[in-house]
């Protein structure tokens, strides 16, 4: 009986530690940083990333500057993105793109689509004197009608005062 008792209590000591070690991840698994939109091919980094896409604006160039408080001047840190967008616009002479103007949710509904009209307006003004043709550059407000943070605070506040490039047609599918 001892020895059966015995045996029993080592299976059982086994199991647990079976089922432990299954439900841990291993390092490799808990570091692994890479990307979902890139792989790894023999030692290179390819991208599945399609060139002159919506995602490859997004992702490599930047589609988004913000603005300061009750403001429409392009923030010099927000200039290389416009700077970087103006160069894949000229990359990609086919793609057409709007400029979504957004304000925080402070102020009337009505001025807050001003606001955000005069946010996308000096956005497209910025790529256009960075010789971007006015003609591809559409721009829209939205106000405070489509915030990506809804939190009542400054940090949430600061993201939603935004300029938006989004790419209406042309872009490489």
């Known amino acids: 009986m001892m020895k059966v008792s015995s045996k029993l209590g080592f299976v059982a000591v086994a199991c647990s530690l079976l089922m432990v070690g299954a439900c ?26 399609v060139p002159g896409s919506a995602e490859d604006l997004r992702v490599n160039v930047g589609d988004t500057v913000h603005f300061d408080y009750d403001q429409y001047a392009v923030r010099g840190e927000d200039q290389g993105t416009l700077q970087r967008q103006a160069a894949w616009l000229q990359k990609y002479p086919q793609v057409r793109v709007t400029i979504e103007g957004h304000a925080d949710e402070r102020g009337t509904r009505e001025y807050n689509l001003a606001l955000g009209a005069r946010r996308a307006n000096a956005v497209k003004e910025y790529l256009v004197s960075l010789g971007v043709p006015s003609g591809r550059v559409d721009t829209i407000s939205y106000g405070k009608e489509r915030p990506v943070c809804t939190e009542s605070d400054e940090s949430c506040w600061a993201e939603n005062r935004r300029g938006v490039t989004t790419i209406t047609s042309g872009a490489t599918s």
Do not use: C, F, G, R
């Not at 291993?26 to 030692?43: G, I, L």
């Open 24 to 49: 841990s991840t291993t390092k490799k698994e808990a570091a692994d940083t890479t990307p979902p939109s890139v792989t790894q091919n023999n030692n290179s980094m390819t991208s599945s990333i």
